[in-house]
């Protein structure tokens, strides 16, 4: 229809679209949407009542570090020794040390005055004189009491040498030396101490809140001292009790040596 087709009044035009509305334009590419059927009335479910709370006994709880007036804890240490069993043990002697040094040094002085002595014997025995500190130390033994100092202070010289040398014969030596368990009789294996407590300290550094770790391993016992900046102290000693017995475990010693433990918190500064 053109702009200028219907020249009727505006009254008049009102009146025939109040007579005869147009139809709304229906969309055919929109199908019509269904209404969807209501549900069906569900039953709720019965309320079910919650059993009473009941409160966890206090000896089952961990002990807890409170917190004093300065705003530290006052738990500052915690420590714990741990013996081995008997049925630990294997099978395995210590090391034994040659002992070189004090068996040349005593073979080099046996020699020495073992020789001399021994020349002049032959240079008596060719018709010369005896050397003058033989004739010295003769006239000396001969004319000074027992109860002199220089006999005194010459008898507690050989007496001590003589008891070093005899601790030497029936010590075995080696103390550094951890024996390990012997399979078999043709092999013998050893660690040191120092190696084992590297070993030691490395593993106790894996535990969390660990800050510093010392540790000293000896032939009887093994003692570590730790320091904790976090978490309780109760909690991180049972961590490393438990690492450090899987590490000793783990080393293969002959004789399994007893823990010590002792954590605490670091010196405020």
């Known amino acids: 229809m053109s702009r200028h087709a219907d020249r009727r009044p505006r009254s008049e035009r009102k009146a025939a679209l109040a007579s005869d509305p147009e139809p709304e334009p229906v969309d055919e590419r929109r199908p019509a949407l269904a209404k969807p059927s209501p549900k069906p009335y569900e039953q709720p479910e019965p309320y079910e009542q919650p059993e009473p709370y009941e409160p966890r006994p206090a000896e089952l ?3 807890e570090a409170e917190d004093d007036e300065s705003g530290g804890m006052r738990q500052s240490a915690s420590t714990a020794r741990y013996e081995p069993s008997a049925d630990e043990d294997g099978p395995a002697s210590r090391f034994w040390s040659e002992r070189r040094l004090p068996a040349a040094l005593v073979a080099a002085a046996l020699l020495a005055g073992a020789g001399l002595l021994l020349y002049d014997i032959a240079s008596v025995r060719a018709d010369r004189p005896a050397a003058g500190w033989r004739r010295e130390l003769a006239d000396q033994l001969a004319t000074r009491p027992l109860d002199d100092a220089w006999i005194v202070a010459g008898a507690v010289a050989a007496l001590l040498l003589g008891v070093w040398l005899v601790v030497l014969a029936v010590t075995p030596g080696l103390r550094r030396l951890l024996p390990m368990r012997q399979d078999g009789p043709e092999m013998r294996a050893g660690i040191e101490r120092a190696a ?74």
């Open 61 to 63: 709880d961990p002990p």
């Open 196 to 269: 084992a407590a590297m070993v030691l300290r490395d593993r106790a550094l894996n535990v969390s809140g660990v800050r510093t770790v010392r540790v000293v391993v000896g032939r009887r016992r093994v003692r570590v001292w730790a320091q904790a900046h976090f978490r309780e102290l109760d909690v991180v000693r049972a961590d490393l009790d438990a690492v450090l017995d899987d590490g000793i475990r783990e080393l293969g010693l002959a004789r399994r040596p007893g823990l010590a433990v002792f954590v605490r918190r670091p010196t405020k500064r």
